[in-house]
């Protein structure tokens, strides 16, 4: 396995150098604005310069209005501007899409959250007996089920959940028992999406629009590429060798409820509305139960080592003394974030095409927070993975006195994936994720959590978790979990 898919990071940049090939960036025109919006557009162009960032963005609904622009272009080989309409690849913010169809599900009494995943997937299992009869939707939509996830379905079409629930599943052993650490997991949203499949009798695609975008009016929106490559849709960038470039070939996920949805700025935004209002429609229809919208903004499992916590789909942080939601992406090039705040009535999107745009995401996200709720991370807050790259520096200093190290000096390991080695040198600890990668030296800033303070990932975090007798027994690496062995 490659170590970005392994880590699930995205290299440094380059420094930048000008391209004058590099089409100048479009300004796109907003359906509504105000000084706070255009402070944080401000901030959204400088980090394009600095990041070397092609295409954004930007939506918010705020004082029960919706503001959206593009900035930048498509693609650098084939520039089109941004616009409310553009597709992006949303990657893992699709999770939300798919508890967004469970949870009509559940409100039509055809699935229920806490029954056995084997209630609706015949001859389901895995290599855990016990977690093979009392695994559930609730489990898998929380990232608790404790077995790896970061897989990917093989692409077979309309078959390729079946297969992952038939034929991957059953491989997979428990890195943790079944409901008691968090662990960012893709491969639970694949069985997710084939409860769907199964509940419905329609493949996954089908589903998902009768469901989710249909009713919605999200008609913008795609999980199929063929579907997608009629409109207009953005490429993936990166750097190489100090130039900004098109990724290729362009992929989506054949894991499509874990990350195979596209759409644009405009729809999303109207995703938004159902979630932070109370489940109607933007055109006030009934779509879901208040009650169900609530209980997926609502903490359900903390996220140990860390104050974050897990809703059914979103992942959920104290800013400021005020409940935040949001759903980070990551895929083929695209970095982006959809973030409530209910008690604020205020929602936000920042969608990006290139591999750093995690960077941006990071800074505009925080303007956001500060300029419409008046928020802000506390100093050394011990925040979590949602889905996205975040770097503990933004926020976080390492702690005057370090904690006694040798305790977390172990090998670990997430099989099939691979290991994690962390040992000590001279100047503290340092940890390694595979033969031939470089160590990263890491610093505490907090109780059991960590980050990297050097290398290609600085900032990047580690988090230690304990068992029921405060023993270290699982390492977590920007939000996988492995176990400890010996």
Same mark, same amino acid.
């Given at each position: ?7 699930? #990071? ?6 930048? &150098? ?17 000084? &706070? ?100 939707? *609730? ?7 404790? *077995? ?23 491989? #997979?052993? @428990? #890195? ?82 874990? $990350? ?18 109370? $489940? ?33 789909? *979103? ?20 970095? #982006? ?6 008690? &604020? ?16 995401? @990071? ?59 962390? &040992? ?45 007798? $405060? ?16």
């Amino acid at each position: 396995m490659h170590r970005r898919a392994f880590l699930g #990071l995205a290299p440094v940049p380059a420094l930048w &150098r000008p391209d004058v090939s590099t089409p100048a960036f479009v300004r796109q025109p907003s359906t509504t604005s105000d000084a &706070r919006f255009e402070r944080v557009a401000e901030i959204v162009r400088a980090k394009m310069r600095d990041y070397r960032v092609p295409g954004v963005g930007l939506g918010v609904i705020a004082d029960g209005a919706t503001t959206v622009r593009g900035f930048g272009i498509t693609s650098l080989d084939d520039p089109q501007p941004v616009t409310a309409d553009t597709l992006f690849t949303i990657a893992s913010i699709s999770k939300t899409v798919t508890a967004t169809a469970v949870m009509r599900l559940v409100d039509a009494h055809r699935v229920d959250l806490r029954a056995p995943l084997a209630q609706y997937v015949p001859g389901f299992r895995v290599l855990d007996d016990t977690t093979t009869r009392q695994v559930s939707l *609730w489990h898998c939509l929380t990232h608790c089920p404790g *077995w790896e996830g970061q897989l990917t379905t093989e692409d077979r079409g309309a078959e390729a959940l079946a297969h992952f629930a038939t034929t991957i599943m059953p491989t #997979l052993p @428990q #890195l943790a028992p079944l409901g008691r650490v968090w662990s960012y997991n893709n491969a639970g949203f694949a069985l997710s999406g084939r409860v769907i499949e199964v509940v419905t009798g329609r493949n996954i695609h089908d589903a998902l629009r009768d469901l989710v975008f249909a009713p919605l009016g999200l008609n913008h929106t795609a999980t199929r590429l063929t579907d997608a490559m009629t409109r207009r849709f953005t490429l993936g960038h990166r750097e190489r060798d100090g130039r900004t470039e098109v990724i290729r070939p362009f992929q989506t996920t054949s894991s499509t409820t874990a $990350g195979g949805v596209l759409t644009s700025l405009a729809d999303v935004m109207r995703y938004a509305r159902v979630h932070l209002g109370d $489940g109607h429609t933007p055109d006030g229809a009934p779509y879901v139960s208040k009650t169900l919208v609530e209980l997926m903004r609502t903490p359900q499992f903390r996220k140990h080592a860390t104050t974050d916590e897990m809703g059914v789909g *979103w992942h959920a942080r104290t800013v400021g003394g005020v409940m935040t939601l949001a759903h980070g992406g990551t895929l083929n090039g695209h970095c #982006l974030l959809l973030q409530l705040v209910p008690a &604020r009535g205020l929602a936000f999107a920042v969608f990006t095409n290139h591999v750093d745009g995690w960077r941006l995401v @990071q800074d505009v996200e925080a303007e956001v927070l500060q300029a419409y709720a008046g928020v802000a991370l506390d100093r050394g807050q011990r925040i979590g993975h949602r889905g996205v790259n975040e770097a503990m520096t933004f926020h976080a200093a390492p702690l005057p006195t370090q904690p006694r190290l040798d305790e977390y000096v172990a090998t670990y390991q997430r099989p099939p994936v691979g290991s994690v080695e962390v &040992r000590r040198d001279a100047s503290g600890l340092v940890v390694a994720t595979g033969p031939g990668q470089a160590d990263a030296p890491i610093t505490f800033y907090g109780p059991d959590v960590a980050y990297a303070l050097s290398g290609q990932y600085v900032g990047m975090p580690y988090e230690f978790i304990r068992d029921d007798g $405060g023993a270290v027994r699982w390492i977590r690496v920007n939000g996988r979990i492995a176990r400890r062995v010996g």
